[in-house]
């Protein structure tokens, strides 16, 4: 097939998939958007569905609900904690032969490796992967420091090496992030303790 008749056919597609897409306030243009300020969802099913060749492509309705239903998935997600769920395929799958089977959407920060070890648990044991999405989206949030307490219980030379270590403990209102903090020196031993808190933003384009 050349490649400006698959463009086109791409193009018609999630063109189609634009117009099946059930409006959702809470699928705004700061999370859905790239910025430019053009149409928040038809960027998204671009960036969605890129890695994807034009010939997996799914009928335009599903593409909208699968598309649709990731982005739900992620709305609540704390940034730096991945969000898995498993599901019935229903409406929302891309398998052009049918909707039997399971569906297992994630969300996270992009991490090296993380699909190629999902597959090969899946395949550790005996699940058959009929079609994988991998999509990359840029992220439209960021946190900014709120407050730090850490006080220190032991002391060390002056120049040693120390490593500190942060466990998110608790997320209150989708943007309040709390976490441990820990401060040890080379040896092993605690030299610092406290928490630390940061608060959720929405990253402003070029900032």
């Not at 009928?59 to 649709?68: D, F, K, M, N, W």
């Not at 599901?87 to 049918?98: C, M, Q, T, W």
Request: proline share 5%; glycine share 10%.
């Amino acid at each position: 097939m050349p490649d400006g008749y698959a463009d086109k056919a791409r193009d018609a597609l999630l063109a189609k998939a634009r117009e099946a897409w059930k409006d959702d306030p809470d699928l705004d243009r700061q999370v859905l958007g790239d910025g430019s300020g053009g149409d928040s969802v038809s960027a998204y099913l671009r960036a969605y569905y890129q890695r994807v060749a034009t010939e997996d492509l799914a009928p335009p309705s599903r593409l909208a609900t699968v598309a649709e239903a990731h982005a739900r998935l992620g709305l609540g997600r704390p940034q730096g904690r991945a969000v898995v769920q498993v599901r019935e395929p229903d409406g929302a799958h891309l398998n052009p032969l049918s909707g039997s089977g399971l569906v297992v959407d994630i969300v996270t920060d992009d991490m090296p490796y993380l699909v190629d070890s999902v597959a090969t648990e899946l395949n550790r044991h005996e699940a058959e992967i009929l079609l994988l999405v991998h999509p990359l989206l840029p992220e439209g949030r960021a946190t900014v420091r709120f407050e730090v307490c850490v006080k220190h219980v032991a002391g060390v030379q002056e120049g040693a090496r120390c490593t500190a270590h942060a466990r998110l403990d608790e997320v209150l209102d989708g943007c309040k992030l709390r976490f441990a903090v820990e401060v040890m020196a080379e040896d092993g031993r605690t030299i610092g303790v406290g928490t630390h808190e940061r608060r959720m933003i929405e990253a402003v384009p070029g900032s």
